[in-house]
């Protein structure tokens, strides 16, 4: 069979596309369609905050929120190899902002700045997160350029959860464990069979996923705790979750919708609205036994499914709420 000739990769210097970092490229990255490529790269769902956000007596590049989390995720970068003033910046943006996730990115880095990356993800806590991407524009003969994101230094998730854990409850349980490798499993099934991302595994009863929107995120739940029955149970829930100081307004514009959610579901829904705590959630459960590993499989698939369902229904419907409490709100 006689084979097409096939293209080459030619690569592109960055200076080629962006002549300037603060007018070239940094308004590059904050498109979505890019922010959503560097969220692919490094796990985290980003929604922009803010370009060159004012941080004491230095600016930063660009500010954005991690949507399953709402924590900071700050990003810095650079149309040259890595340097030190780049480094101070990041320590003086982190200190700042109390950002949760750093990103620097950059054409090259240096081997003392990789290192330094990976010697502050072992230092810090789970709280803290550092990441190092090295940046390549590539074109396959008169092909548009495309760029590509090399991770050249992340966290290390394992270690740092154990590491964590113990410091906070002086060991990490069997329990613990078990949650820990249940959702690490969960995981690795989402990547191979789903568009969900999945938050770190952490030794606890929940891991979060973003819906694409700060204050509403949903979330996996393998919990001792049976909610139907109020005993010492196992079960497994999904559940869409509203923090904030909007949560309650949110929630109620939600009900207003409870019959035509309900019927797009078409599963029993709880909705769960606690007096004194802004935290609301609607959510769906079972009973499953998650310490059993042999029956991992039948509830990472309804977890999955679920997931997906929630996020088919309540993903449009989340981004007019501000619309529907100001029309509830009234003049």
């Known amino acids: 069979m006689k084979v097409n000739p096939l293209g080459r990769f030619i690569k592109v210097d960055l200076r080629e596309v962006f002549a300037s970092e603060a007018s070239d490229f940094t ?36 500010l954005c929120k991690d949507t399953s989390s709402d924590n ?23 200190a700042g902002l109390q950002a949760v996730t750093i990103v620097w990115i950059a054409e090259r880095f240096t081997d003392e700045h990789r290192a330094t990356l990976d010697w502050l993800n072992e230092k810090t806590d ?9 940046i390549e524009l590539w074109r396959i003969g008169d092909s548009p350029v495309a760029p590509k994101f090399n991770v050249v230094s992340q966290p290390n998730d394992w270690s740092r959860t154990v590491q964590a854990a113990a410091r906070e409850t002086g060991e990490i349980t069997e329990h613990k464990q078990k949650q820990l490798r249940f959702w690490i499993a969960f995981r690795d099934y989402m990547e191979k069979n789903s568009k969900i991302r999945c938050q770190k595994a952490y ?7 973003s819906i694409g929107r700060t204050g509403f995120h949903l979330a996996s739940i393998a919990s001792m705790w049976n ?14 979750t509203l923090t904030g100081d909007k949560a309650k307004q949110h929630f109620v514009a939600l009900e207003r919708q409870r019959e035509q959610i309900e019927k797009a579901c078409g599963v029993p829904l709880t909705w769960h609205n606690p007096t004194g705590k802004n935290m609301c959630r609607i959510y769906t459960r079972q009973d499953a036994d998650f310490l059993r590993e042999e029956l991992w499989p039948q509830q990472q698939q309804w977890l999955r499914e679920t997931l997906e369902l929630f996020q088919r229904v309540f993903a449009p419907i989340i981004q007019n709420l501000d619309s529907e409490v100001a029309v509830s709100d009234g003049p």
């Open 72 to 94: 900071w995720v700050l990003i810095e970068n650079q149309v040259e190899r890595t340097d030190h003033t780049h480094l101070g910046q990041l320590l003086t943006y982190a």
């Open 227 to 240: 909610s139907a029955t109020s005993t010492n149970k196992p079960e497994i829930r999904v559940e869409l």
């Open 203 to 209: 030794p606890q009863h929940w891991m979060n996923h």
């Open 126 to 134: 789970e709280q803290i997160n550092f990441f190092g991407l090295e």
């Open 27 to 62: 308004p590059w990255l904050a498109q979505q369609e890019n922010l959503t490529l560097l969220a692919e790269t490094i796990g985290i769902e980003l929604q922009l905050e803010a370009q060159e956000k004012d941080v004491g007596p230095f600016r930063a590049d660009i």
